[in-house]
T-cell receptor, first 116, second 114 residues
Framework: GAVVSQHPSRVICKSGTSVKIECRSL??????MFWYRQFPKQSLMLMAT?????????EQGVEKDKFLINHASLTLSTLTVTSAHPEDSSFYIC????????????FGPGTRLTVT | GNSVTQMEGPVTLSEEAFLTINCTYT??????LFWYVQYPGEGLQLLLK?????DKGSNKGFEATYRKETTSFHLEKGSVQVSDSAVYFC?????????????FGAGTTVTVRA
């Protein structure tokens, strides 16, 4: 089956620093990837849609200058949390859209970000 | 717009009990329906899906039938195990529109006790 990886799985950073999270589709190409944020005991909130070779589309209320998304290749999208603050602490999950006919989203294992 | 409403939890069951998690939806267009499972500390895994009315998705003993007349996609398992303890999310997407975004329900936490 299609596999999506995320790196790192956990990261702790100090307030004011930036953190980059990578999302890779390991055995398929994905022109579209999605970034979600999940608060404890809550559902996934879509943050943005990442399209290879073009600018990401952000959902309403998500600061694009705060959460920088780069989809530089068909297998890699990155999310950079800039000038992180404790309220940015969360579980970030990416998914990659398979374009092989099923248009199914395959999810990464998630990244736990803690900002101190 | 598209939305998913699922049964609120938490749900606590004994091993071998019957599990039902209700899910209803509203959608513009003809949606595909999904159940995802999330184990503690992990991302989401697709459990099953159905793409058209009366389709039944099944996997690992779980089943859900796409009911267009009642706009529902209830998840069932006849005999749960401790390893089924997880959070279950119902979701939909409308192929060909909305960039294949998924709309998720709030999630239902299921705990199975030995």
């Amino acid at each position: 089956g299609a596999v999506v990886s995320q790196h790192p799985s956990r990261v702790i950073c100090k307030s004011g620093t930036s953190v980059k999270i990578e999302c890779r589709s390991l055995d398929f190409q994905a022109t579209t990837m999605f970034w979600y944020r999940q608060f404890p005991k809550q559902s996934l909130m879509l943050m943005a849609t990442s399209n290879e070779g073009s600018k990401a589309t952000y959902e309403q209320g998500v600061e694009k200058d705060k959460f920088l998304i780069n989809h530089a290749s068909l297998t890699l999208s990155t999310l950079t949390v800039t000038s992180a603050h404790p309220e940015d602490s969360s579980f970030y999950i990416c998914s990659a859209l398979s374009s092989g006919g099923s248009y199914e989203q395959y999810f990464g294992p998630g990244t736990r970000l803690t900002v101190t | 717009g598209n939305s998913v409403t699922q049964m609120e939890g938490p749900v606590t069951l004994s091993e071998e009990a019957f599990l039902t998690i209700n899910c209803t939806y509203t959608a513009t267009g003809y949606p595909s329906l999904f159940w995802y499972v999330q184990y503690p500390g992990e991302g989401l895994q697709l459990l099953l899906k159905a793409t058209k009315a009366d389709d039944k998705g099944s996997n690992k003993g779980f089943e859900a039938t796409y009911r267009k007349e009642t706009t529902s996609f209830h998840l069932e398992k006849g005999s749960v195990q401790v390893s089924d303890s997880a959070v279950y999310f119902c979701a939909l997407s409308v192929p060909g529109s909305n960039d294949y975004k998924l709309s998720f329900g709030a999630g239902t936490t299921v705990t199975v006790r030995a």
